[in-house]
């Protein structure tokens, strides 16, 4: 996200707000224990594939079915 639409994306939805639209966009492309691929573009991967949001720490991590099972158990 460029500088003129994070400054769009403030005035329209607050800064608190922009600020969580940039944490979800820095989605990282691969999953954070066993680095599968994410493809961004698959509603299956999208609705599948699970995002944990650290807001005080400003990172986004990203984990496939597996992993999750695992980390879950």
Not at 5 to 28: C, D, V
Not at 32 to 45: A, G, I, P, V
Not at 53 to 67: G, H, I
Request: glycine residues 2%.
């Amino acid at each position: 996200m460029n500088r003129k639409e994070r400054r769009t994306a403030e005035k329209l939805m607050g800064k608190e707000a922009a600020q969580r639209a940039n944490l979800m966009l820095s989605i990282p492309e691969k999953c954070l224990t066993c680095e599968s691929k994410f493809d961004k573009k698959s509603k299956e991967h999208a609705t599948t594939w699970f995002v944990e949001v650290f807001e005080s720490q400003k990172r986004v991590d990203l984990y496939c079915p597996a992993c999750q099972e695992k980390r879950t158990k």
